[in-house]
């Protein structure tokens, strides 16, 4: 009945390697050990920005400004002048035709808001420096169209520099560079502190909530415990805590077995399983056995919880995964999405957990 190809090993033992880690640790375990203290210590920003359009260079003040009071929002100290004292510079680079100053590397070259070498429209391109050494931090928010001249034209504007300026303002204010930066350099507390803060609207919650789980914040677990009684915010709080290693596994469980809603304990069983995918820790495979058997379990709950037993590919969870799905494909309801994406995971991690003890 099992079913063993060497192809399949393969495709797995490459899925293992391949498996992304957190950006932002990751960043910082690229840093020496003085470097890490650096960034730890970040209190002043210099903020250097700069504007070119198709008539060359233009005050940049606006850009500059958007830039500082952002910093400045989360506790930073900005200064605009680079004879004073700083601890590291913030780079705010604004084209009307953006020109590309070379490839990216690593995890960041894959993320959304990363420079695009195909992109030659109206960018704004952001990185910083640590002690005279350009970081491999890059981040580019683009304006909607390609063509500042032909969109000038359509809105009637006068001057396309001017408009793709405009039009690249409003794209940075809304972006979330100052939490981000807060994330790449590890400053836990300036996020928890925003956190807190009743002025923070619930969106830049749920963008800090996911920033502190991909830092590996240990310290924002009581923080993040709390947020778990807020209805919108839970999902994504469990979701940030499955992120911060063993201290949670607890956690996880009493939610993944006693939360009322659904989606938590959906979140809380995913949650388990990048732990221990993450940290080969086989001990959250019975509690996630022990749920998949339980006849109550609803199916979107189920899905998760199959997910999960695939990234700790566990001996023990092959015969329990082949006995759902036996009872899974004798239900023929082809137009069950729900059925369907439960299927598609007990068949995976099938596939996982059956391989990996045929060549463990």
Not at 20 to 27: G, V
Not at 311 to 331: E, G, M, N, V
Not at 339 to 354: H, M, R, T, Y
């Amino acid at each position: 009945m099992r079913r063993r190809s060497l192809a399949l090993s393969t495709g797995l033992l490459l899925w293992l390697v391949l498996q992304p880690t957190s950006l932002a640790f990751a960043h910082r375990e690229q840093f020496t050990p003085e470097q890490r203290v650096r960034l730890e210590n970040i209190q002043t920003v210099l903020v250097d920005a700069l504007v070119l359009t198709g008539k060359g260079g233009i005050d940049a003040g606006a850009i500059a400004e958007i830039a500082s009071r952002g910093l400045t929002e989360i506790g930073y100290t900005v200064v605009q002048d680079s004879t004073w004292p700083h601890d590291v510079v913030f780079r705010v680079k604004c084209e009307q035709r953006k020109t590309w100053e070379g490839t990216t590397a690593g995890g960041d070259a894959d993320l959304p808001d990363a420079p695009s070498r195909l992109w030659k429209g109206p960018a704004c391109q952001l990185t910083y420096t640590l002690g005279g050494m350009k970081v491999n931090w890059q981040k580019e928010v683009r304006t909607e169209f390609d063509d500042a001249v032909a969109a000038a034209r359509a809105a009637q504007a006068l001057d396309p520099g001017a408009y793709a300026l405009g039009k690249l303002k409003e794209v940075l204010e809304q972006y979330e560079f100052p939490l981000l930066l807060a994330a790449e350099w590890g400053h836990t507390e300036r996020l928890l502190k925003l956190l807190d803060s009743s002025e923070t609207s619930q969106v830049r919650r749920l963008k800090i909530i996911s920033l502190l789980g991909e830092m590996h914040a240990d310290g924002a677990l009581p923080t993040l415990k709390a947020a778990l009684k807020d209805q919108d915010l839970g999902k994504q709080a469990l979701t940030a805590i499955g992120n911060l290693g063993k201290d949670s596994i607890p956690l996880l469980i009493d939610m993944m077995n006693m939360a009322p809603q659904l989606e938590i304990q959906a979140a809380a069983a995913k949650g388990l399983g990048q732990i221990g995918g993450t940290l080969g820790d086989a001990s959250v495979v019975p509690p996630l056995l022990a749920k998949m058997q339980d006849l109550k379990t609803d199916w979107t709950v189920l899905t998760e919880v199959a997910w999960a037993l695939g990234k700790i590919p566990d001996k023990r969870s092959i015969q329990p995964l082949y006995d759902l799905d036996k009872k899974l494909q004798a239900i023929r309801d082809p137009d069950n999405m729900v059925l369907k994406k439960l299927k598609e995971a007990v068949f995976w991690s099938i596939k996982q957990c059956d391989t990996w003890d045929q060549f463990s």
